[in-house]
């Protein structure tokens, strides 16, 4: 398999700061990485589709100036909740699509947000 | 647009015994995969199974099988000799890598209790 690693793995701060989560992919190059919100005892909501060197493409209702995304590079996607509120305190997962002859998507392990 | 259904919110089994998820879904493609992710406690996503939809043999992964109906658009899990570590929630998946955005689709998932 493939490993795909985010930091922090649990943040707690301040409503009205920003945070930042990383999403990288340890043993391959992504092109394509997606961001997912979970909310307790739910299934996963994609929020995004980022793509490296290009801008991300959001899921409707999402916000695109409140949860920015970059991907900058082959290995590496972040997501910045900016002005956070206590309503965004979520589970948040990235996933990185490794293409070749089994194209498979490996999910990080998580990133809980809380906002106080 | 294409749409997973688990009809089953819970389920319990007892250890040793087998336990079969269902799963139901929606689409107009001919070509797609279809997916079963494991979520623990731990909250990581593991795939436990894979099916090709050209494929017309099930997948079968140890303790794991599915029972693919493509006409009926029906995917099942089956989980032979059932061990405490297999409760979990269990989420049936969707994924068309040829579609522009390559989402993965998600159903509300099967919380799996084993009972010892």
């Known amino acids: 398999g493939a490993v795909v690693s985010q930091h922090p793995s649990w943040v707690i701060c301040k409503s009205g700061t920003s945070v930042k989560i990383e999403c990288r992919s340890l043993?391959?190059?992504?092109?394509?990485m997606f961001w997912y919100r979970q909310f307790p005892k739910q299934s996963l909501m994609l929020m995004a589709t980022?793509?490296?060197?290009?801008?991300?493409?959001?899921e409707q209702g999402v916000e695109k100036d409140k949860f920015l995304i970059n991907h900058a590079s082959l290995t590496l996607s972040t997501l910045t909740v900016t002005s956070a509120h206590p309503e965004d305190s979520s589970f948040y997962i990235c996933?990185?699509?490794?293409?070749?002859?089994?194209?498979?998507?490996?999910f990080g392990p998580g990133t809980r947000l809380t906002v106080l | 647009a294409q749409t997973v259904t688990q009809s089953q919110p819970e389920m319990s089994v007892q250890e040793a015994e087998t336990v079969t998820l269902s799963c139901t879904y929606d689409?107009?493609?001919?070509?797609?995969?279809l997916f079963w992710y494991k979520q623990p406690p731990s909250r990581q996503m593991i795939l436990v199974i894979r099916?090709?939809?050209?494929?017309?043999q099930n997948a079968t992964e140890n303790r794991f099988s599915v029972n693919f109906q493509k006409a009926a658009k029906s995917f099942s899990l089956k989980i032979s000799d059932s061990q405490l570590g297999d409760a979990a929630m269990y989420f049936c998946?969707?994924?068309?890598?040829?579609?522009?955005?390559?989402?993965?689709?998600f159903g509300k998932g099967t919380r799996l209790h084993i009972l010892p």
């Open positions: 998946a969707y994924r068309n890598p040829m579609n522009r955005d390559d989402k993965i689709i």
């Open positions: 980022s793509n490296e060197g290009s801008k991300a493409t959001y």
């Open positions: 099916q090709e939809a050209y494929k017309q």
């Open positions: 043993d391959f190059q992504a092109t394509t």
């Open positions: 996933s990185a699509r490794k293409t070749g002859r089994r194209d498979t998507q490996y």
């Open positions: 689409t107009s493609e001919s070509d797609y995969y």
